[in-house]
């Protein structure tokens, strides 16, 4: 078998830029009319969205148990490790800000790097034991952990002089007084210039398929508010999305799960007019989209193996590429997964005034790296699609990534492709364009 991509726009190349308001997107195709080129915030909750907020994310990071599935992630651990400890020249003597901070481990090997000072910002009650990581790791001369949304929280007052803050103009820090509404443009400017006093920004923002549970918003926002706009460095400062056709069993599990549903339900139909007199086929139709919903048109987390991957991704270029085959496979859909670099800045600005990352790192959620806590998600199709043996597939298509409008974290996956295959007797086969869109949960 030989399979064939050829301009499957499905990877989304992301650009950290460290000093503008921006995201940029080299394969952004999004054409809800909702959308503008603002990022949403979650400064501006109401105390019952905040709530609302609380419950549905942040709780969960409040757990060692949570904590401990992600400390526990080689890969994770290493990248991290690795672009602060080979990269000390990069952190001495700086001021770093670590968003969303958790268990405080990043803050404490910024210390352990050199930084002069390091904010460690953390919204849950994690921050608790923050401090208590910090304290026994003997760095919280260095480190300060600061519990809040990194939205609402201010540089301590008191380090401006102790620890001889700077915008990056060479101006020293002040407490002079801003206007006092803070809703207005020049009360609001006037704190962001006071406060642009971090040199480095590093998080692990990073959710499932890269941009679940949008801390990226939050990040950005932290960035605008505290790092030096010329000088200022965001780790990490690259990320990738990348999709390729699988070929995965999980996915027949999957359709049979859903047809036993199905079946379950038609059985209480039965039993339901049978024993009780009522008829309940009035609300097959709307139990049948649930259970499609849930099955077929949510994407699945999954640990998948390099060989589940039917043809390498490519990232916003048009790419030809095969895989060899003996036996009849089939096409059970897509799975997607990130990439992200621990590197210099790459904009003008950045190159001529930015720090010089000298040992960059490149991680990879890829199922040829092996497991990570993130794993891969899967789109299933709701049918396989069978290629024949020494036959050729060519897979077109777009894919776009949606933010709910019911839930600001979370995000809908739109994909539209055509499939054309070539049998081995060279007859040809190419489907309609597919339209599917799938809730990332």
């Not at 549905?56 to 990071?61: L, R």
């Not at 505290?226 to 999957?254: R, W, Y």
């Not at 077109?396 to 499939?419: F, P, W």
């Amino acid at each position: 078998m030989k399979i064939t991509k050829s301009v499957l726009v499905c990877c989304c190349c992301l650009v950290i830029h460290t000093a503008s308001s921006s995201i940029t997107n080299n394969n952004s195709n999004n054409n809800n009319d909702d959308d503008d080129d603002t990022i949403p915030t979650f400064h501006s909750q109401d105390e019952q969205q905040k709530a609302s907020d609380y419950a549905n994310y942040f709780s969960a990071y409040a757990d060692l148990h949570h904590q401990k599935i992600m400390l526990t992630d080689s890969h994770r651990m290493t990248a991290y490790h690795d672009a602060i400890m080979k990269n000390q020249h990069v952190f001495r003597d700086k001021v770093v800000m670590d968003v969303g901070s958790g268990s405080g481990i990043l803050a404490v090997w910024a210390a352990k790097a050199g930084a002069k000072r390091v904010y460690a910002v953390e919204y849950t009650d994690m921050a608790k034991h923050a401090r208590k990581v910090v304290e026994a790791n003997g760095v919280d001369h260095v480190v300060t952990v600061i519990q809040g949304a990194v939205e609402d929280v201010t540089i301590p007052v008191e380090d401006w002089e102790a620890f001889h803050l700077q915008t990056e103009d060479g101006g020293a820090a002040t407490a002079k007084e801003c206007p006092a509404a803070d809703d207005d443009d020049a009360s609001i400017s006037c704190k962001q210039q006071q406060s642009k006093v971090v040199d480095i920004i590093i998080s692990e923002w990073m959710g499932y398929f890269l941009l679940r549970e949008s801390m990226l918003d939050s990040v950005i926002r932290a960035r605008d508010m505290f790092l030096k706009p010329k000088s200022g460095i965001l780790l990490p400062s690259h990320a990738t999305m990348l999709i390729a056709p699988i070929m995965n069993e999980d996915h027949h599990m999957v359709i049979e799960e859903y047809l036993e549903g199905m079946d379950d339900w038609n059985d209480y139909l039965v039993d339901a007019k049978k024993q009780y007199g009522v008829d309940m086929s009035i609300l097959t139709e709307e139990y049948d989209k649930e259970q499609r919903d849930y099955y077929l048109k949510s994407s699945h987390y999954v640990q998948l193996d390099g060989d589940t991957i039917l043809a390498p991704p490519s990232c916003c270029q048009d790419v030809r590429f095969g895989r060899g085959g003996a036996e009849d496979e089939e096409i059970n859909g897509f799975a997607g997964w990130f990439t992200v670099d621990i590197q210099s800045r790459t904009d003008e600005e950045g190159k001529q005034f930015g720090a010089k990352m000298t040992n960059p790192v490149h991680f990879s959620s890829s199922p040829e790296i092996g497991d990570t806590h993130w794993g891969q998600q899967a789109f299933y199709f709701a049918s396989a699609i069978p290629v024949q043996s020494n036959g050729k597939v060519k897979i077109d298509g777009t894919m776009e990534m949606i933010r709910s409008k019911e839930n600001a974290r979370l995000y809908n996956v739109k994909l539209q492709y055509t499939i054309g295959a070539t049998a081995a007797d060279g007859l040809n086969n190419v489907m309609d364009m597919v339209e599917s869109v799938y809730k990332i949960p």
